[in-house]
């Protein structure tokens, strides 16, 4: 319990902002009441206002839970959270794309509802995320070197025609390349040079597959080689050239998005993780426990690490945004003294917005 002014935790108060249920409760002392900060009732007085960690701690100082918003029980935001983590593991034990109308009744929501919560959540539809699914599945079974056929049958597509219908999509190459691990496949890269480094860039005809930093081009070079050993690496074009000079730009001065076309490969969860870390404001963090819960997976904190440390597309997947639950900074896979240079760069130019009109 903590008796001293907490302007954050009053504000939320004031403002029945959801976001907060579960941070703290407050209590009222002239009703002898506590409250999640959402609760719909009437502001109290800020003098007769005492705050919690947790709702033990409210009831042991002899505070009653308000029947409005009933704190004791989970808060909704959580309750969906927990209904979109149920859906996604259901939806990916599931040989076939379960029906909408199946996993809203699962979740006990209306359709509607349903989509919105789930969307939300995760980034894309529950038949979205279904065809994700579906992709990875493939993309396990021709990486092992399975037949196409079987591979494509396996994964819960009923004809093959739908699938060579997005295989390039679902692929980024013809099925047979993929399995024979990306033979044939070319490659454009080149590198540029910014303050905190040497920086390549690659990209494959869907877009942008890798953006790195280092020190040695060179490095960076065998590295990207090492990654696609049977693909054929060429120098980029002018157009490829523009987008590196765009990506330079980014790094020495982050003024606006970054707007590249990706070309995006990673499991499911990984882009789940990826999605909502490309949803982090410039000058904006978030911690490993926050991205989880967005992504509907509340336990997954470690699991959201290691996908960040996978992620090969430096800034434009911007996993640099990613900090632990104290505000300190954990392992980049670029270095950390990189990641700290890049976090000042915006949050200096989030400030500067800021005050553009002060």
Not at 213 to 226: H, R
Not at 263 to 273: E, L, N, W
């Amino acid at each position: 319990m903590s008796e001293q002014p907490h302007a954050h935790r009053w504000a939320a108060v004031l403002a029945n902002d959801a976001r907060a249920d579960g941070d703290f409760f407050y209590a009222v002392k002239t009703t002898g009441i506590y409250c999640r900060p959402s609760c719909p009732s009437r502001p109290p007085r800020r003098e007769n206002v005492l705050f919690f960690d947790d709702a033990a701690q409210a009831e042991q100082a002899g505070f009653r839970a308000c029947k409005r918003c009933q704190p004791q029980q989970r808060s909704r935001a959580g309750r969906n959270t927990e209904r979109v983590a149920q859906a996604c593991r259901f939806i990916e034990d599931s040989d076939k794309a379960p029906s909408l109308a199946v996993l809203a009744e699962r979740a006990g929501l209306s359709r509607f509802h349903f989509q919105r919560v789930f969307k939300d959540a995760i980034g894309m539809t529950p038949r979205q995320y279904a065809i994700a699914c579906r992709e990875r599945r493939v993309q396990t079974a021709l990486a092992s070197g399975q037949d196409v056929t079987e591979a494509v049958f396996g994964a819960g597509y009923e004809s093959s025609g739908h699938f060579y219908a997005n295989a390039d999509q679902a692929l980024g190459m013809a099925p047979t390349a993929y399995r024979n691990g990306g033979a044939d496949q070319v490659i454009r890269f080149a590198l540029g040079e910014t303050t905190l480094g040497t920086i390549l860039v690659a990209g494959t005809e869907r877009g942008i597959c890798s953006i790195s930093l280092g020190d040695d081009p060179e490095g960076l070079i065998q590295s990207l080689q090492a990654r696609f050993a049977r693909a054929q690496l060429i120098g980029g074009d002018g157009v490829f050239e523009d987008y590196v000079a765009t990506v330079v730009g980014f790094v020495e001065a982050p003024v606006q998005a970054l707007d590249l076309p990706l070309d995006i490969r990673g499991t499911v969860f990984q882009q789940r993780v990826w999605h909502a870390l490309q949803r982090i404001p410039c000058g904006q963090t978030a911690s490993y426990a926050e991205i989880a819960a967005r992504i509907g997976a509340p336990t997954a904190a470690r699991a959201v690490a290691r996908a960040c440390a996978g992620n090969t597309l430096a800034i434009a997947i911007p996993c640099h945004r990613v900090v632990r639950t104290d505000g300190a900074l954990s392992g980049y896979r670029w270095g950390v003294a990189r990641k700290r240079a890049l976090l000042d760069r915006e949050a200096k130019v989030a400030h500067n917005d800021a005050h553009t009109d002060c």
